[in-house]
């Protein structure tokens, strides 16, 4: 069994263990580089990624293979891939790029095929001068969107 297929079976193995947890993303170089991506419904922390290091570890160990492992979790300014990423995120503000352009805005609903992100904007009064505040609401399907992030506060 060749060394990514071997090492996505055994995550398979302990995520179904730790439900909460799931992947973002699995690379194997060349030179048997292994970097592991992670996400959880309630974040991750240093234990989560402890844990997932020391089982793959542990069993390749036992295969006698040399190689180098790195469990990261998904960063605060990585882009969200999966549904189950956005559903962590409902209240917070979002920057959605597709074909369109970019959106920025909170996000309030989320399924397994879209999002939806509302804003407000001023925009000029149908009659009469000046402009008035009018709340926008967007549907996304997840497959048009290009990159999603969290629009951190500071």
């Avoid at 079976?9 to 995520?15: A, D």
């Avoid at 882009?79 to 189950?84: C, F, G, I, N, T």
């Avoid at 996000?107 to 001023?122: A, G, P």
Wanted: charged letters at 35%; hydrophobic letters at 40%.
């Amino acid at each position: 069994m060749e060394l990514k297929e071997r090492v996505f079976s055994l995550l398979q193995e302990i995520l179904e263990e730790h439900e909460t947890l799931f992947l973002i993303d699995l690379s194997v170089t060349p030179d048997q580089r292994i970097k592991i991506v992670i996400d959880g419904d309630s974040g991750v922390n240093l234990k989560d990624c402890v844990l997932v290091s020391r089982s793959i570890e542990q069993t390749l160990s036992e295969d006698d293979l040399d190689f180098a492992l790195e469990v990261t979790s998904a960063g605060a300014t990585t882009p969200l891939v999966l549904a189950r990423q956005y559903a962590k995120h409902i209240g917070r503000k979002l920057e959605v790029r597709t074909e369109e352009g970019k959106f920025e805005g909170t996000l309030t609903h989320c399924d397994e095929n879209q999002i939806t992100v509302e804003w407000k904007s001023r925009e000029p009064k149908l009659v009469g001068k000046g402009k008035v505040t009018v709340l926008n609401k967007r549907d996304f399907l997840l497959k048009d969107i290009e990159e999603a992030k969290v629009k951190l506060k500071f």
